[in-house]
């Protein structure tokens, strides 16, 4: 079972870096994995050439989530 998600975060434009959570919220079935995001030195692009600097896309991979023991 795959599921793609896309999160937007609108903050400032330096070095940030910001905790990931992924829960099994409905099932209850898989741990929770808690990763960092970490973007030093954003190049951004899609700006406009005034305010709004753009977007920064980071691609994490597949993020694993391991099913908790007992559960099926």
Do not use: C
Not at 5 to 10: D, G, S, Y
Not at 24 to 43: A, G, L, R
């Amino acid at each position: 079972m795959h599921h793609r998600k896309r999160f937007a975060i609108t903050e400032v434009t330096y070095s940030q870096r910001f905790v990931l959570r992924v829960e099994d919220s409905k099932n209850k079935k898989f741990e929770t994995n808690v990763d960092t995001v970490e973007f030093k030195d954003p190049d951004f692009s899609k700006g406009d050439g005034n305010w709004y600097k753009g977007e920064v896309v980071k691609d994490m991979g597949k993020i694993k989530i391991v099913q908790k023991k007992g559960e099926k």
